[in-house]
């Protein structure tokens, strides 16, 4: 298992990042806060794959959650990476010798998303910025005030706030398991919930990013928490919602489902196959004006759902 770490690539020169672009964008930049070898993040890789984009991983080489924005200059290993996928005293940055696109960074979240930016991006994607960073699927849901202490959504903040779109996913079911078990369990619950919400990230993805002109406005990102498998096991039981961070009765939102006030994502999640799409600032993490919103809305609008 040892012998496929392998060190990190040389620095590469920085270069400038933009919000739009003319051409295919499938290059990404996938993240978690959950570790490098968990079994959603690699779920979620595999999909992105299969789907047609270029992808590559930079996750924390530990479980990182409930980090938040915390930062600090990646180390040198003082035990093995978790689940033992690279030995005590492994480089700070390293990868899957057998597939150098899976990297690991011993630090934060918000560290390990922003090596994929500066610097696996320019390498894997000759020499251009990632069209788009997606963090997730956590371990849990990530909903209202919760959203600040979130290694997931730091990750997204952090990508936003660096020029580049994204999205942090969060999911109610599953377990902090190894990828193997991906392949060793494949009918587990863990197994199936992590392919459904890898497929439905896809969907998100895809329908964002899929219209000509900015993906998100700068500084924006968004929040989209999955309810539970257990009543929803297909990709198709699934409904998007537009939502928000925090209740406010005295807020304006835009104009959705007949009403100016969207509602709460932890509300949305728990009324069945629903999920909560919440659109925020990264700098401060809180709820964007109704101006924003509807920004998101035009974007996505043809996946929304309205609830019952």
């Known amino acids: 298992m040892f012998s496929n770490i392998a060190f990190p690539v040389t620095l590469l020169a920085l270069f400038g990042f933009q ?25 979620q890789n595999d999909a992105l794959k299969k789907a047609g984009y270029d992808v590559v991983l930079s996750c924390p080489a530990e479980n990182e959650s409930g980090t938040g924005s915390s930062s600090a200059p990646p180390t040198i290993l003082l035990i093995p990476c978790e689940f033992d996928t690279c030995p005590i ?9 057998s597939d150098p696109r899976l990297n690991y960074v011993n630090s934060f979240p918000v560290d390990s ?26 371990v849990g849901n990530n909903l209202g005030p919760v959203i600040l ?9 952090e990508a936003a706030l660096e020029g580049i779109p994204s999205v942090a996913f969060s999911a109610n079911t599953g377990s902090q398991i190894s990828y193997t078990t991906l392949e060793s369990d494949p009918n587990s619950t863990n197994t199936l919930a992590a392919l459904t919400y890898a497929q439905l990230s896809v969907k998100f993805v895809q329908a964002l990013t899929s219209a000509k002109g900015t993906i998100l ?43 100016t006030h969207l509602p ?19 700098s401060t993490k809180a709820d964007v004006g109704a101006d924003t919103q ?9 996946i929304l759902s309205c609830l019952p």
Do not use: H, M
């Open 264 to 282: 709460a994502e932890a509300d949305v999640v728990t009324q069945g196959c629903f999920v909560s799409v919440s659109v925020f600032n990264a």
């Open 217 to 259: 406005p700068p500084g924006i990102s968004v929040n989209v928490n999955y309810p539970s498998t257990s009543k929803c096991p297909e990709p198709s039981d699934f409904s998007f919602i537009l939502s928000r961070i925090n209740a406010d009765e005295d807020a304006t939102d835009v104009e959705r489902c007949g009403t």
């Open 19 to 43: 919000t739009s672009w003319a051409t295919t964008r499938n290059k990404v930049v996938l993240t978690n806060d959950d570790g490098w070898a968990v079994a959603s993040v690699r779920a």
């Open 89 to 97: 005293f492994s480089p700070a940055e390293g990868f899957n010798a």
């Open 149 to 157: 202490n979130s290694g997931t959504v730091g990750a997204a903040c």
């Open 294 to 302: 509807a920004f998101v809305l035009d974007r996505i609008g043809g």
């Open 113 to 138: 998303v922003r090596f994929g930016i500066q610097t696996l991006a320019p390498q894997f994607f000759d020499g251009s910025a990632p069209d788009f960073v997606v963090s997730g699927p956590n």
